[in-house]
């Protein structure tokens, strides 16, 4: 799925009656925030990384996705479970998920699972994943899905408060959409190249294998 910019979306959820003006000046001040950071070399809060795999493995992917993000949800129910048996369990592979929200309740959802213990956030992104249909448009659908996991709804409302992580998630992928110029999600980086959009397994175990 082509890359969107967060913000536009944003505007058509505001036209649709979905976000607040407060909501989309909110995330505009951010980016501006972002900037200033930036001209004036300051610290970035960074998320840290969610890795599967060895860390210590010869071929590196790093996965930009979105939440909503279709292909993302293929991914992840259909890909991901194969190239995990053939090249994470083997060791083979170090796997590096990379947060890239590009709509409102993608953010949400990312804040979400970052305010969690890291060892829930893989569980918890396959059932968000397997759901997504059912939560894109209805933010209580989407709370329900971390009932099982101990959350309230009154939880994820507080968790979404937190300000700082949000920022953090959205100034890394500022930073890597500029850096890295990221025009698509999905996006993968294999051993320091970018490749963008829907990459069949075979391709992905093509690059992955050298060949």
Known sequence: MKKTSFLWIGGIGLALGGISA????????????????????LPLPV???????????????????????????????????KIREKYLDTGRLCF?????????ISLEGFTLLRSLPSRVYLPLLSVIFAHQVDWLF???????????????SQNCQTFLKNSTLSKALLFRRFEEEERLNLSAVP???????????????SQLEEIIDGK
């Open 47 to 81: 998320p840290s990384d969610i890795i599967l795999g060895n860390p210590q493995a010869l071929v590196r992917v790093y996965y930009y996705y979105s939440l909503t993000c279709r292909y993302c949800r293929t991914f992840q129910s259909k890909i991901l479970p």
């Open 96 to 104: 590096v998920f990379r947060e890239f929200p590009d709509d409102k």
């Open 138 to 152: 209805l933010q209580e659908r989407l709370f329900a899905l971390f009932a099982p996991f101990g959350i309230s």
């Open 187 to 201: 996006s993968f980086i294999i051993n320091g190249k970018v490749y963008e959009g829907a990459l069949p397994l």
């Open 22 to 41: 407060h909501i989309i000046t909110h995330h505009l001040s951010y980016e501006h925030e972002w900037r200033v950071r930036r001209f004036l070399r």
